[in-house]
């Protein structure tokens, strides 16, 4: 069965500071992978996704993520973050890029002014 | 881009009382879509897969009775909470199969039963 883990419930950081928000996953074959944006009260946003080839994935709003099959993980970056970007951020798996995903717990992101 | 619309945004309703959550596709069709269930500060779970023109499957727990899925038209899903008491009270998430190629999430229904 696939799950998705992400070590760091809640991060703090500083407005124009770079991010990491680190996803790991397990999956026995290779997983189809998202990272959604979540604001308070309102849905998800889909910022990028993995199915194959290039290992590094950009998104939007100037995310990226990057696939290492060796370390089962997806973590998902940004250079300078900006105040909003505060949010909740879910990293998800999936077996197809149309199927069900099982989501991560979430890591929620502060930003300080 | 393809859209999913959640109806209503928002629900208030008494304990004992039934309520119903639709989640449409807007521009494709659907014939499977997707129930998620959010509690305050957690994670998104899957609750159940709804499936055109046939029963839905349950996840493990979910109790079927409760939450009745009725997948009636190649746009059109809904979640009907029977019996609602305070601890249904959540954030329900639909998302919808484009078919072969993606999926896209309604953005949500926030219930909360009084």
């Known amino acids: 069965a696939q799950s998705v883990t992400q070590p760091d419930i809640h991060i703090t950081v500083s407005e124009g500071a770079s991010l990491e928000l680190r996803c790991n996953y397990s999956?026995?074959?290779?997983?189809?992978l998202f990272w959604y944006v979540q604001s308070p009260g309102q849905g998800l946003q889909l910022l990028l996704k993995?199915?194959?080839?290039?290992?590094l994935v950009q998104g939007i709003k100037g995310f990226e993520a990057e696939f290492k099959r060796s370390q089962s993980s997806f973590n998902l970056r940004k250079p300078s973050v900006h105040w909003s970007d505060a949010a909740e951020y879910f990293c998800?798996?999936?077996?197809?890029?149309?199927?069900?995903?099982?989501f991560g717990p979430g890591t929620s992101l502060s930003v300080i002014p | 881009g393809a859209v999913v619309s959640q109806h209503p945004s928002r629900v208030i309703c008494k304990s004992g009382t039934s309520v119903k959550i639709e989640c449409r596709s807007l521009?494709?069709?659907?014939?499977?879509m997707f129930w998620y269930r959010q509690f305050p500060k957690q994670s998104l779970m899957l609750m159940a897969t709804?499936?055109?023109?046939?029963?839905?499957?349950?996840e493990q727990g979910v109790e079927k009775d409760k939450f009745l899925i009725n997948h009636a038209s190649l746009t059109l899903s809904t979640l009907t909470v029977t019996s609602a008491h305070p601890e249904d009270s959540s954030f329900y998430i639909c998302?919808?199969?484009?078919?072969?190629?993606?999926?896209?999430f309604g953005n949500g229904t926030r219930l909360t039963v009084t």
């Open positions: 998302s919808a199969r484009q078919q072969g190629t993606a999926i896209h």
């Open positions: 999956y026995g074959a290779t997983p189809y």
């Open positions: 993995y199915f194959s080839g290039d290992t």
């Open positions: 998800a798996v999936g077996v197809t890029s149309y199927d069900k995903v099982i």
């Open positions: 521009d494709f069709q659907a014939t499977t």
């Open positions: 709804s499936n055109e023109g046939s029963k839905a499957t349950y």
